[in-house]
């Protein structure tokens, strides 16, 4: 019994992979046809870089593998093998030395992770004393809420631990989601974040993204803003984004950073 057990789960995993892969190879092709998506997360990479410190980079989640135009320094890994990738890596046991890498940065990842304890260990492990993690992430605000709550695929579950420890459940699609993770582990409890790693202080959080994102349509075919209207309104979303983030962003920007030797 032990035998098929172990064989239903291989099967299960085979083919989590092919669909991630699958997924991946559809994002890249998406990635290629829209303009109006490579603006937007472009705004993203040009944040992520200006919080980087010198050194080598890790990308996790690494995706579509477009970081590499705006990073010089980075080892691009997901969770699945691409040609476009330079490592398939788990962000929750990575394959690397301790204190190898001066910065950690993902897009859209974090909300993905079974385990985001495992991975903030793991990043305190393998991050350079003063190296930093830089996230963009889901934010779940008064406005937010009611579109990923209702028109997007992935659920919120509010009420979620995101430091919460055990094992990783092997029949899991490395695309399932909590897109409340982010929320809860640096808005909601942040303070018990630092406590349950010391070694990690949250420097820089910043609400962003309003309008263009979900009328984008993300990573879907569709979109519903012309793509000259992009960088217009990304700008003037920058401008109001520190009186109304807090209420009315889809995004969140995160830095994180591990503490020096002394």
Same mark, same amino acid.
């Given at each position: 019994?032990?035998?098929?057990?172990n #064989? /239903?789960?291989?099967?299960?995993?085979?083919?989590?992979?092919?669909?991630?892969?699958?997924?991946?190879?559809?994002? *890249? =092709? =998406? &990635?290629?046809?829209?303009p109006?998506?490579?603006?937007i997360?472009?705004? @993203?990479?040009?944040?992520?870089?200006?919080?980087? +410190?010198?050194?080598?980079?890790?990308?996790?989640?690494? #995706?579509t593998?477009?970081?590499?135009? @705006?990073?010089?320094?980075?080892?691009?890994?997901?969770?699945?093998?691409?040609? &476009?990738?330079?490592?398939?890596?788990? %962000?929750?046991?990575?394959?690397?030395?301790?204190?190898?890498f001066?910065?950690?940065?993902?897009?859209?990842?974090?909300?993905?992770?079974?385990r985001?304890?495992?991975?903030l260990? $793991? %990043? $305190?492990?393998?991050?350079?004393p #003063?190296?930093?993690?830089?996230?963009?992430e889901?934010?779940?605000t008064?406005?937010? &809420?009611?579109?990923?709550?209702?028109?997007h695929?992935?659920p919120?579950?509010?009420?979620a /631990?995101?430091l919460?420890?055990?094992?990783l459940?092997p029949? *899991?699609?490395?695309?399932?989601a909590?897109?409340?993770?982010?929320?809860?582990?640096?808005?909601?409890?942040?303070?018990?974040?630092?406590?349950?790693?010391?070694? =990690?202080?949250?420097?820089?959080?910043?609400? +962003?993204?309003?309008?263009?994102?979900?009328?984008?349509? #993300?990573?879907?075919?569709?979109?519903?803003?012309?793509?000259? =209207?992009? %960088?217009?309104?990304?700008?003037?979303?920058?401008?109001?984004?520190?009186?109304?983030?807090? &209420?009315?962003?889809?995004?969140?920007?995160?830095?994180?950073?591990k !503490?020096? !030797?002394?």
């Open positions: 019994m032990a035998v098929v057990e #064989g /239903d789960i291989r099967i299960q995993e085979i083919k989590g992979v092919l669909m991630s892969i699958e997924i991946l190879n559809e994002h *890249r =092709l =998406l &990635w290629n046809k829209k109006s998506l490579r603006a997360y472009s705004d @993203y990479y040009r944040r992520i870089v200006k919080q980087c +410190i010198p050194g080598r980079s890790l990308e996790i989640g690494g #995706g593998g477009n970081l590499k135009d @705006y990073l010089g320094e980075v080892i691009s890994t997901d969770i699945v093998p691409n040609p &476009w990738l330079d490592a398939a890596a788990d %962000a929750q046991s990575l394959p690397f030395e301790n204190e190898s001066a910065n950690i940065v993902g897009v859209d990842v974090l909300h993905h992770l079974e985001p304890h495992r991975f260990a $793991e %990043a $305190e492990r393998v991050l350079q #003063g190296g930093r993690i830089i996230l963009v889901p934010a779940i008064p406005m937010s &809420w009611p579109f990923y709550n209702f028109a695929p992935e919120v579950n509010m009420r /631990d995101p919460a420890e055990g094992p459940d029949n *899991r699609h490395p695309f399932d909590n897109q409340a993770i982010p929320t809860l582990l640096f808005k909601k409890q942040h303070a018990h974040m630092e406590k349950t790693f010391p070694k =990690l202080r949250l420097i820089n959080m910043e609400h +962003i993204s309003f309008f263009v994102y979900p009328f984008s349509g #993300g990573f879907r075919s569709w979109c519903l803003v012309p793509s000259f =209207l992009i %960088a217009p309104v990304l700008q003037f979303e920058n401008i109001i984004a520190p009186l109304v983030g807090k &209420w009315m962003a889809f995004r969140l920007f995160v830095v994180v950073e !503490r020096g !030797r002394n």
